[in-house]
Structures are given as structure tokens and as C-alpha cells.
């Protein structure tokens, strides 16, 4: 296997995908397929799932030879810390070899004489995990929005309590963080202001989400310009990065809070 990121934009992305996974596990599978590049996992809360999909057309360079699945199970930590070595302008190379299946090989090199090309070595694991199947389903609602804009409302009610309301109706959508000695922030987002915005007929929806976890899934904000919410009565809200492709993009899938009334 030998994977390429040449292009400066794309392999700031795929760095910056991995910088805050810590935050939700340790250990990850990396799942290299013929035709993509494909990880799913859950936080130790079992709270919140979240899956990597890159179609090899996103990569600028995808070999794969095996007419398997190669799974790589990887220190999420680790694989940060390697990755946060790379230059500007470094070119990522990921090779594997089926006869020293216990290594990935990572390489940063570039054609600046005032860089210097790096090679890591990083062990490799046996996990076992088995992958959820996650069915589609018609939301009830949904809306984009600016990710630095979101994840910085999610920063600010953070400071106000471990818990956003969200109500979203036909005219606005409200959010919602209070907590006993510390106050109470409420933000209108004017369905106006929104780049999309769907909802049923008629429906106010009142769900509750952990602000910790959502500030974990909002860390990820500077890898798209635009993230997509998607809203179901009951159901974990699902947050949508697309990385350019159709198919590229990190979705990440968090259950509601239960409330008490």
C-alpha cells in the first residue's frame, strides 16, 4: 500500500482530522480499502460515534494492492504527534508492507533545501472492533452553518453549562445553555442568516446535547468550511464535514441527553 498528499491544502486536512481524536479514543482501526480510506469509533462514554470516509480520488496518490481490506490499528496519540511534525508544504507518503505487518511507514519530504524530509515508523496494533452499520434516515430537521461559527457558539454557552437546548421551528432556531450559579445564555440564529435550512411542516423540535462532547466535535471545525446538522426527534444529532468530494467528509454522531420533564 502507498498513499500520496501532495497537495499543500489536502494534507493540512488529513493532519488536522487527526488532532483531536485523542479526545475520543485512544486507539483507532484505519481501514485502507480498495477504493478508500475509511475509519469508524465511539468515545469511551459510548455517547457519540463518529466515521472518516475518503473516497483514493481524494488522495493524490492511492495504491493499493491487496484485494483485501488492510486494517491498520493505530495509537491515535501517537499518529498526532507524527503528524504535527510535518512542514509546510510537505508531501505525506503512507506506505505499507504486508511482509512487516506490524509498521506503517510515514514520510514528510518537500524540495526546500531549508526542510528536511522526516520518516517515522509507527507500530501497529491488533484491534478488534466490529463496525456498526448506521441506517440513513429522513431527517426532521437540518440546517448548514458556518463550522468557526458554530463551534465558537458552542465555546461560549460551554462557560454557561454542560447542557445546549436546542428549539428549532419554521421561523428561528434557539439555543439554549443555563446552569444554577452561572446564568443563562440564550443565541436566536435567524433562519434567514442560514446557508440552508430545512424543517417539517409545522414542527418545533426540543432536543438536549452534552456541550463537552459537542466542543470535542467542533475542535474538528477548521477541516471544512461549513458544517451540515441533522436533526431527528429522539435520535442522535449527526454533524456532517465535507472535504471537497462528494464522498469526503467526517461524520460524527451524538446522542441526545434524556431530560427529566
Known amino acids: 500500500m502507498n498513499v500520496v498528499l501532495s497537495t499543500p491544502q489536502k494534507a493540512d486536512t488529513f493532519c488536522a482530522m487527526f488532532q483531536h481524536m485523542k479526545a475520543f479514543t485512544e486507539h483507532v482501526n484505519v481501514m485502507f480499502e480498495s477504493d478508500h480510506m475509511y475509519l469508524q469509533s465511539m468515545d469511551s462514554a459510548r455517547v457519540s460515534v463518529f466515521e472518516y470516509n475518503l473516497p483514493s480520488a481524494w488522495f493524490d496518490k492511492y495504491e493499493h ?10 495509537n491515535s496519540t501517537l499518529l498526532f504527534k507524527i503528524l504535527n511534525t510535518r512542514d509546510k508544504n ?14 506503517l511507514y510515514i514520510s514528510f519530504t518537500s524540495d526546500s533545501k531549508t526542510v ?7 507500530p501497529l496494533m491488533d484491534l ?3 463496525l456498526m452499520s448506521i441506517p440513513e434516515m429522513e431527517c426532521d430537521a437540518e440546517f448548514s452553518i458556518p463550522s468557526g461559527t458554530f463551534a465558537s457558539l458552542v465555546g461560549q454557552l460551554k462557560m454557561f453549562g454542560e447542557t445546549m437546548d436546542i428549539e428549532c421551528s ?9 446552569s444554577e450559579g452561572l446564568g443563562k445564555m ?15 411542516e409545522g414542527e418545533v423540535m426540543k432536543l438536549s446535547f ?6 470535542n466535535i467542533c475542535a474538528f471545525s477548521k477541516v471544512a468550511k461549513d458544517m451540515e446538522i441533522k436533526l431527528i426527534k429522539n435520535y442522535p ?6 472535504l471537497g468530494l462528494d464522498d469526503a467528509k467526517m461524520t460524527f454522531y451524538l446522542a441526545p441527553k434524556i431530560n427529566d420533564d
Open 90 to 103: 510537505q508531501t505525506i507518503t503512507l506506505a505499507f508492507d504486508p511482509e512487516n505487518n506490524d509498521k
Open 116 to 122: 528536511f524530509d522526516k520518516h517515522f515508523e509507527l
Open 65 to 74: 494492492t491487496n484485494g483485501a481490506a488492510i486494517p491498520l490499528g493505530v
Open 170 to 178: 419554521e421561523e428561528k432556531i434557539e439555543l439554549i445553555s443555563l
Open 237 to 242: 444529532m449527526k454533524i456532517i464535514y465535507s
Open 210 to 215: 452534552s456541550l463537552t462532547m459537542l466542543n
Open 128 to 130: 478488534e472492533y466490529e
Open 186 to 200: 440564550n443565541v436566536n440564529i435567524d433562519i434567514e442568516d442560514l446557508d440552508s435550512y430545512a424543517i417539517n
